[in-house]
């Protein structure tokens, strides 16, 4: 595994977990850790084991808080080093975003700027109810390109998105589940047990199945010609066509849990 001290992983019951390893700056993130976490999510892409990936911060008070600004001095010195590490986030970004597994964010604490946008490359958010969410870019003079907004744009709507830009304000919980920004609020003292349990959970459904509703969804969010139905279609009848259809239906009559293979 290509894990670094400040990013790990570990691989447990079919799921497969990447954490940010850096408590003391909040799990603010460097060139380094986002160059780790592009390795571990290759790694974890190509095991045929792990069905469910978690995202989550060490330290317990902090998902990411966003990039590491102690680093800039090195990492941004010059025009070649912001364009190798602006490169390297948006690859990583993507990497993520286009996971073909499912990929749950466990967030606690602060999840700021560049968390948020980890944490909206995700399929499922679940936070705990102490988690606070901002985007502080107006505060600080940055600009954002067009892929992280329309990430966003695309979970909480239009109308949100500009209104967490706008106010570059801190958002709890509660609000951040009433934009949609996450699908679980839990209380904290349960956020591992609960993601754990509901990772399993997705872990032990048919990985064909998950694997072909999470494309078709991710196509259905593109424009109409950068669809790929015929793709889509295929899939679902690798669906239709799998030991694994066979495998449930039989359970079903059997009335027990079903084994699913991926095949």
Known sequence: MSQTEKMLSRKENGVGYV????PERHNAVSLDMWEATARILADLRADAQVRVVVLAGAGGRAFVSGADISRFGD?????????????????????LHAFPKPTIAMIRGYCIGGGVGIAIC?????????ARFAVPAAKLGL???YPGIKRLVDLVGPAFAKEIFFTARQFDATEAATMGLVNRVVPGAGLEAYVTDYAQAIAANAPLTVAAVKFIAGEAVKDAPERDL??????VQRC?????YTEGRTAFMEKRKPVFTGS
């Open 19 to 22: 954490i940010f390893n850096n």
């Open 75 to 95: 990492e941004r010195a010059n025009a070649a080093a912001i364009e190798r590490y602006n490169q390297t986030v948006e690859e990583t970004s993507n990497a």
């Open 122 to 130: 995700c399929d499922m958010r679940i936070c705990a109810d102490d």
């Open 143 to 145: 600009g954002y390109g």
């Open 230 to 235: 015929a793709h889509a279609a295929a899939m």
């Open 240 to 244: 239709f066509e799998s030991s694994d």
